[in-house]
């Protein structure tokens, strides 16, 4: 298995000199298995030039994977370029909400006055799959999500290959529901996805200070990402979600109280950066 | 690890950890797994005492009863309309609690939905006389 992040900013795309080394783009994740199979893990700006690579390779079947429909993780969709290609199946799959179906939600952003272009009209061929309660095998791998902390329907994902686990977990608030080392993991939000998992991507976008103002919104602190990857035995955690309002000094001042954090005991938080290539 | 909560009991935890109204919440399979610090005055001791109970075992020690002393049949007890009609009710009962203590009491319960086919518990709230 093989992960590259294509967008790791979280909110709203941050282009610019001061987050270069980071990246500007949102949410993506490309998940390759040994047997060519591609998973995309959200759609956030990220994934247009992630498009670009697998127009390339001229992939026809693609995953993709939602996590949730906040702008953030679906702007990129549009301007997705296999969804432009007739020849291109793509699987859509997404949390289910109790009203609409992924397909209608997803439509809103292929509708006037946002986009010139209906859904009916993509080329490509999609297919809408509300995830399932229990998890599944797709192309290779095997597949649970759970809806976690974070305001509207969402989902984790946790992708098993071989012998090597990935848990994604981008937007995540399990510190809403109490202090996180002072529960058993049953009670823990989307413990089970992430638990000894062999890299985690977890939602770090707040500071402590930052994160004490914003308590609710749907997303962690470093700190508090630090403390779920201990309590879920994570091997390896990569802190993701960046604030739009974070530059690159910032970050590499935050990657290094993270790592103070973390001690010297436990596992070494890394900081997303787009292009990076993890084997989990 | 246990088998991982259900995101709506989780939240309905916290929920109820953060209410003065003392409340239950169980599983869909009935099973007592939290209630509240308010809740401990009438069940007659603390969830870290007691931990998670089975329906059948914390309904046995309950013993919901009239206020004239008659066992309650699981359709009229609130809990038991939630978990096994999926509906909420309402019933004056008389309970013991853990602690062998006789009370009289209210119980509203309803039953927790993640979606519109996916039953995944039930909450009562516990009304003291």
Redesign the interface.
């Known amino acids: 298995m093989q992960v590259t992040i294509w967008g790791c900013r979280g909110s709203l795309a941050t282009p610019g000199r001061d987050t270069v080394r980071y990246g500007g783009n949102t949410s993506c994740l490309e998940v390759e298995l040994a047997n060519g199979s591609v998973f995309v893990l959200d759609a956030g700006t990220g994934i247009r030039e992630l498009g670009v690579k697998l127009e390339r390779r001229n992939v026809r079947r693609i995953q993709l994977l939602l996590t949730h429909l906040h702008l953030d993780h679906v702007e990129g969709l549009r301007f997705f370029g296999p969804l432009w290609d007739e020849q291109v199946e793509i699987d859509i799959w997404g949390p289910?909400s109790?009203v609409v179906s992924l397909r209608d939600r997803i439509a809103r952003a292929f509708s006037p006055p946002l986009f010139p272009i209906e859904i009916a009209d993509v080329p490509a061929r999609l297919n809408f799959n509300d995830v399932p309660?229990e998890q599944w095998i797709l192309d290779g791998a095997t597949l649970r999500a759970?809806?976690?902390?974070h305001p509207g329907p969402t989902v984790g994902y946790r992708i098993e290959s071989g012998d090597r686990t990935l848990a994604y977990l981008p937007d995540h608030e399990p510190a809403?529901?109490?202090t996180i080392g002072e529960r058993?993991?049953?009670?823990?939000?989307g413990?089970?996805l992430a638990?000894r998992a062999d890299l985690l991507v977890h939602d770090a976008q707040f500071s402590e200070e930052e994160y004490s103002h914003r308590v609710g919104w749907g997303h962690s602190s470093s700190a508090d990402a630090i403390a779920y990857s201990k309590a879920v035995g994570a091997d390896r955690i990569v802190l993701f979600h960046h604030d739009p309002n974070h530059d690159d000094v910032w970050l590499d001042e935050s990657e290094q109280l993270a790592q103070l954090l973390a001690g010297s005991n436990g596992v070494v938080p890394t900081l997303a950066r787009e292009g990076m290539v993890l084997a989990p | 690890m246990a088998e991982q909560k259900h995101l709506v009991l989780i939240l309905a935890r916290e929920f109820a950890s953060n209410l003065a109204t003392p409340m239950g919440i169980t599983d869909e399979q009935g099973r007592l797994v939290y209630f509240n610090e308010a809740a401990e005055s009438i069940i007659g001791t603390t969830f870290a005492e007691a931990g998670e109970m089975p329906f059948a075992e914390w309904s046995a020690k309950a013993a919901p009863r009239t206020r004239e002393g008659e066992l309650l049949p699981p359709e009229r007890r609130p809990a038991a309309i939630a978990l096994n009609e999926r509906r909420a009710a309402h019933e004056r009962l008389k309970v013991t609690g853990l602690d062998g203590v006789e009370r009289e009491i209210a119980v509203t319960a309803f039953p927790l939905f993640a979606h519109a086919d996916e039953f995944v518990g039930m909450v009562a709230i516990f009304w003291g006389s």
């Open positions: 289910p109790p309660r759970e809806t976690i902390v809403l529901t109490g058993s993991l049953d009670w823990i939000s413990a089970s638990a």
